[in-house]
Every structure is written in structure tokens, then in C-alpha cells.
């Protein structure tokens, strides 16, 4: 960890100077170019990709999965600066959706403790018991830039197999946001927003250097966010994986009968893919169209975000489940998993309140999926034509359901984009949106960091305000 955070420093022209003698007319000079500096405005576009907070949370995870495969103890350890003063930590219990709770998941908090904690309790925001936030109250409040450290024990039950971030079925179990998730937007403060019974994500989270250590059942193969170091060696019938994710929003893991194949891409990048027994597409199949969505998206996209990506296949409910460096695959169709390598960049680094503004994620990982292979010019027009804003947020989409939600932000989302990049051109279109990725990596983006890159395109975003998912408020002039 910390060869890696003197790399991004390095990466981020910070340097460390040694003493020496300096003129008084040497100081003055370098104090009028420092405020010289200070007057001309960062350029809009960085030469190179922001680099993360270097004073993000600090999140350690210890999972332990028990014989019977559907229940998870675990405890987790935040270390929490916040950019504004607070006087309580808010952690979403994402398996407590209504939803997720239909199908038999739950998320209980057992235990929490810290040397500034009070006590700690739930909100409903409108989840199934016990709550859909549990709030942590502290003995004073923490200043900005001032640092709280909490652990929180809890227990996972994993339900039915379906197409959800949780489950068990023969042979094998998986938990996707299966802690108390940090709810934590920089600039603004907590995320309280209430759950909706709508099938998509509604979660806030900063970018967090999290490690991971997983106890399962010594026949079971671990896959899970992160960069893996090998399995311990068995003992009690049990081994231990322990995994390292210095920029990971939320974690993954699936633990089952996995046959495994590693690749490696040019640039670096280790991708495993997991397939159970009699799987629809071997390892080998998966693992590689993982990589040629790799290098798809990288052409168009830049580098990709993460060391590694883990992909567990698991039995077919019909989608996949995007999480920082791992995917949860529940289907062998292979436009699927282009959609999820495409929220690695949107989503996974370049962040967005999934509740406030769900198009930023799923209407950019549509157009990216589609980037390649984009459908027929009438098709496109028909999307494009729903009715409805794909700027609304999750609460509006409440009343309509899930189907209007997908129709409405990723397919006339991913639409509108391509017609915002029909409008003013390929080539121009790549780069605003290039820059819109460097910009704002590993932060938490609005439709204003999208309008600003776009101000020199007014077709563009003449194209996506007539969707509904830029006003003039977002737009500089």
C-alpha cells in the first residue's frame, strides 16, 4: 500500500524537497509565480487522470462464510476524514431493499465501537427490517480534515438464488455491498436517500483503499474485488483469501466450485474468470471476451481503471452486477459483460449518486457497450423518442417501475448519447467525453462536470437536454 500511494503522489507532481539555502530574491520569485499560479485556472482537461483523495477512508473487511454456504459473519474497520465537519457516520445496508429482503437477505449490525462512539441505531429510509441505515453518533463532532476510526460487527443472510447482489444456490454463495457501506458524498455530506422499489442501485459512496480477508470452506474457490494474493493453506477444514483494492466504491465476493483461467492484457491488467460445474461458456471463452472488452473500451475510454477484474460466472437469473474490479455475471450473454467492464469506468471510477443521478452510470455504460456494435439508426431513433427524462432520479422513476426506469435511462440514455455524438461529430464527441472521465476520477460526478466539458459542443448538449439529462444550470457560459 504504501509503494503504491508514493506512486500516485509521484503521479500527481507531488515532491518531497530537501533543505537548502534559498535568496531572499529567489523566495519572493517563487512566491510571485506561486500567486501567479494560484490566478490562472486549473485547465479544464488534465494531461493525465486525476488521482484519488489521498485522504479517502481507510476500510478493512474480515467475511467469514459458515458451512451451511447462507450466512456471513463479519466485522469491518473504518478509518473516516471527512472534507466537512460531522457528528455521526452513516452506513447503507444495501441487502435490507425491499427487494433483496423478499428474497430472504439481511444485514444486521451486531456491534459497534470506536473510541469517539456514543451508540448507534437504525433508520427505516424506507427498507425492510432492520433498517435501511444504521447511524453511528459520535461524542463530538470531527472537524474537517480530522480523522474517526469505528468497527462495526455484523451478519449477513444470504436468500434465495436470483438475480440479486446476494444468494446461495448448489454449491455456491456470493455477496455484493454485504457491509454497511459508507454513505459519505465529498462536498455535501451523508447520503440519506430512501430506498425505492425500483430494480436498480441507490447508493452514494466515496472511493475507499479497502483490504479484504475471506474464511470459506477449504473446497470452495474465492473471486472477489480486489487485487487476490493466494489462499492459505488449509486448516480446519477451512482456508483464508485475502485481497487489496486501494480505490474499490464497494466490494464483491463468490465463493464456490470454481474453475478458474487467468489472462493477462497488454497493458497489464489481470482478469480471472470463475465458472462453476457444466457452466453455458467455458473459462477460457469468458476470460477472453474480457479482454477484448478490455481493449474495446480502452481505445475509446483510456486506461483501464483497476489492476485486476475477477469474474465469478454464476447460474443464469438473467444480468450481471457491477462492483469496483469484479463482476458479478448471472448470464452468459456477452453484450452483458461489455455493459459491466463499461461501469468500471462509469461508476467505478468516475462515481455518481445512483439514487440522484442513475443515467451518469447506466446510460454511459449502455453507449459504451454499444460503441462497437451500435444499433440501427431507426432503432436508436425509437429509443430516443420515449417519452421521459433520463435526468430524473430513482423516487421518480418509484411510480412507473422497473421497466420504465431501463427503458427510459439506459435506453434513451444510451441513445442520447449517441446522438449527441452523431451531432457534433466522432471525434470530437471521444475526446470531451475522455476528458470527462479523467476529470473526474475516483470522485463522485454530476451532470454540471459533464456540462462543463461539453460547453464547447452546443449540439451535444442541445441533444441531451432534449433528453432530460442536462439543464441550463449545467452548462457553463
Given at each position: ?7 500516485v503522489l ?5 515532491v518531497l ?7 531572499f ?8 509565480t ?11 482537461c488534465?494531461?493525465?487522470?486525476a ?27 473504518v478509518?473516516f ?9 452513516v452506513f ?7 427487494e433483496s ?8 449490525v451486531d456491534d459497534?465501537?470506536?473510541?469517539d462512539v456514543v451508540s448507534?441505531?437504525?433508520?427505516s ?10 447511524v ?13 476510526e469505528v468497527?462495526l ?9 436470483a ?10 454463495s456470493w455477496?455484493?455491498?454485504?457491509a454497511?457501506l459508507l ?6 455530506g451523508?447520503a440519506?436517500d ?6 436498480g442501485e ?12 475471506v474464511s ?7 473471486l ?9 493453506t ?6 483464508t483469501?485475502t ?9 464483491s ?7 478458474t483461467?487467468?489472462?493477462?492484457t ?5 482478469v ?5 460445474p ?17 481493449a474495446d ?7 483501464f481503471?483497476y ?6 460466472l ?7 452486477i ?6 458479478l455475471?448471472?448470464?452468459?450473454t456477452?453484450?452483458?459483460l461489455?455493459?459491466?467492464v ?6 467505478g471510477?468516475v462515481?455518481?449518486?445512483q439514487f ?11 453507449y ?28 421518480d ?6 421497466s420504465?426506469y431501463?427503458?427510459v ?15 457534433v ?6 475526446a470531451a467525453?475522455?476528458?470527462?472521465v ?5 470522485t463522485?460526478?454530476t ?5 462543463a ?11 441531451l437536454?432534449?433528453?432530460g439529462?442536462?439543464d441550463?444550470?449545467?452548462v457553463?457560459?
Amino acid at each position: 500500500m504504501t509503494s503504491w500511494r508514493r506512486a500516485v503522489l509521484a503521479a500527481a507532481g507531488v515532491v518531497l524537497l530537501s533543505s537548502g539555502c534559498t535568496s531572499f530574491a529567489d523566495t519572493v520569485a517563487d512566491r510571485r509565480t506561486a500567486d501567479a499560479a494560484a490566478e490562472t485556472p486549473a485547465p479544464l482537461c488534465p494531461a493525465d487522470r486525476a488521482a484519488p483523495d489521498p485522504d479517502r477512508p481507510v476500510i478493512g473487511l474480515d467475511f467469514r462464510l459458515e458451512d451451511d454456504l447462507r450466512t456471513v459473519t463479519g466485522t469491518q474497520s473504518v478509518a473516516f476524514t471527512p472534507d466537512r465537519p460531522t457528528g455521526e457516520l452513516v452506513f447503507r445496508l444495501l441487502p435490507n431493499t425491499p427487494e433483496s429482503a423478499a428474497e430472504g437477505n439481511r444485514l444486521v449490525v451486531d456491534d459497534v465501537r470506536g473510541r469517539d462512539v456514543v451508540s448507534g441505531g437504525y433508520e427505516s429510509a424506507g427498507a425492510a427490517d432492520p433498517g435501511g441505515l444504521y447511524v453511528v453518533v459520535l461524542d463530538d463532532e470531527v472537524a474537517a480534515g480530522e480523522s474517526t476510526e469505528v468497527e462495526l460487527d455484523f451478519t449477513i443472510s444470504l436468500g434465495t438464488a436470483a438475480f440479486d447482489r446476494l444468494g446461495t444456490d448448489a454449491g455456491v454463495s456470493w455477496w455484493g455491498s454485504g457491509a454497511p457501506l459508507l454513505a459519505w458524498e465529498p462536498g455535501i455530506g451523508w447520503a440519506r436517500d430512501p430506498f425505492v422499489d425500483v430494480s436498480g442501485e441507490t447508493a452514494t459512496s466515496p472511493v475507499a483503499d479497502v483490504t479484504l480477508r475471506v474464511s470459506a470452506p477449504e473446497a470452495l474457490t474465492v473471486l472477489m474485488t480486489g487485487d487476490q494474493d493466494p489462499p492459505s493453506t488449509a486448516s480446519g477444514g477451512r482456508r483464508t483469501w485475502t485481497s487489496a483494492e486501494p480505490v474499490a466504491r464497494d466490494v464483491s465476493v463468490a465463493a464456490g466450485n470454481f474453475t478458474t483461467t487467468e489472462r493477462t492484457t497488454p497493458g497489464g491488467v489481470r482478469v480471472t474468470a470463475g465458472v462453476l460445474p457444466d457452466p453455458d461458456v467455458p473459462a477460457d471463452q469468458l476470460a477472453d471476451w474480457t479482454l477484448q472488452a478490455i481493449a474495446d473500451l480502452e481505445r475509446r475510454l483510456g486506461p483501464f481503471p483497476y489492476r485486476t477484474l475477477t469474474v465469478p460466472l454464476l447460474p443464469d437469473y438473467g444480468g450481471g452486477i457491477e462492483y469496483p474490479s469484479s463482476i458479478l455475471m448471472a448470464t452468459s450473454t456477452r453484450f452483458v459483460l461489455v455493459h459491466e467492464v463499461a461501469h468500471m469506468w462509469f461508476y467505478g471510477m468516475v462515481g455518481n449518486s445512483q439514487f440522484r443521478d442513475p443515467w451518469l452510470d447506466e446510460a454511459f455504460a449502455t453507449y459504451a457497450e454499444e460503441t462497437t456494435d451500435p444499433p440501427p439508426a431507426d432503432r436508436l431513433a425509437e429509443r430516443l423518442g420515449r417519452a421521459g427524462d433520463v435526468g430524473d432520479s430513482m423516487a421518480d422513476f418509484a411510480d412507473d417501475g422497473s421497466s420504465v426506469y431501463r427503458a427510459v435511462v439506459y435506453g434513451k440514455g444510451g441513445a442520447a448519447l449517441h446522438a449527441a455524438r452523431d451531432a457534433v461529430g466522432r471525434e470530437a464527441f471521444d475526446a470531451a467525453v475522455r476528458c470527462y472521465v479523467d476529470a473526474n476520477a475516483w470522485t463522485i460526478a454530476t451532470p454540471a462536470d459533464l456540462g462543463a466539458v461539453l460547453a464547447d459542443l452546443p449540439d451535444a448538449v442541445a441533444v441531451l437536454a432534449g433528453a432530460g439529462m442536462l439543464d441550463t444550470d449545467d452548462v457553463p457560459r
